[in-house]
């Protein structure tokens, strides 16, 4: 007659069937109760198989325009759009500043010189070196719209600007944080026991 074990249930001498993941034997009464607990346990494993399911599967607020991140990313872009675009207004003025002046310098002086000769007719208040000086003036007026009417030739400068690396400007990056995962259920004996797990990085 073969030997039986004790019943790791009921303590008596009945044990005849091992379980292989306790180590334990167990009567024919108690070996189905003992699976009925790992079949509660299995189901409950599903149970909480399902729920990390349903976190992985709810729609994450990465792509959510008001994900804070994601304003602040949104406020630098328009921030800086403003500031290229008061700069490029400037470079504009400055463009047409130089562009324009010697024209307008030389239309003030010629206004001043119309009214100067005008009156110099009128009055006839003028000698030779009046004379002299007035036509002076015109030629000086002719070498002006001839230099004028070359187009000095005017370029943008963006040597600056293309060595803006905009990859580097703004970037985003993971920062680690300290967080507490969750007590964590470890398998021993074929019950479940808790085991407190330190604080880690993610």
Known sequence: M???NQCSTCQKPT?????TGCDGYFCTKDFRGHREILFTEMEKLVEERNKV???INKPTNGNDTNNP????????????IEKVRQTAEQVRQQANHLMNSK????????????????????????????????KQKIDQFNVDLTQLSQATIIVLNREESERIKWSRIIYVQEKFVEVERQQ?????K?????????????
């Open 15 to 19: 044990g005849i069937i091992l379980c």
């Open 53 to 55: 399911k349903e976190k």
């Open 103 to 134: 024209s307008v310098k030389i239309t003030n002086e010629f206004r001043s010189f119309s009214e100067e000769l005008a009156n110099m007719k009128e009055t006839e208040d003028y000698v030779e070196h009046d004379l002299a000086r007035l």
């Open 190 to 202: 074929g019950m479940f026991v808790t085991s407190n797990l330190n604080k880690f990085s993610v």
């Open 2 to 4: 073969a030997k039986s």
């Open 69 to 80: 991140l994601i304003e602040e990313i949104n406020a630098w872009e328009k921030t800086t």
């Open 184 to 188: 964590t259920p470890t398998r021993k």
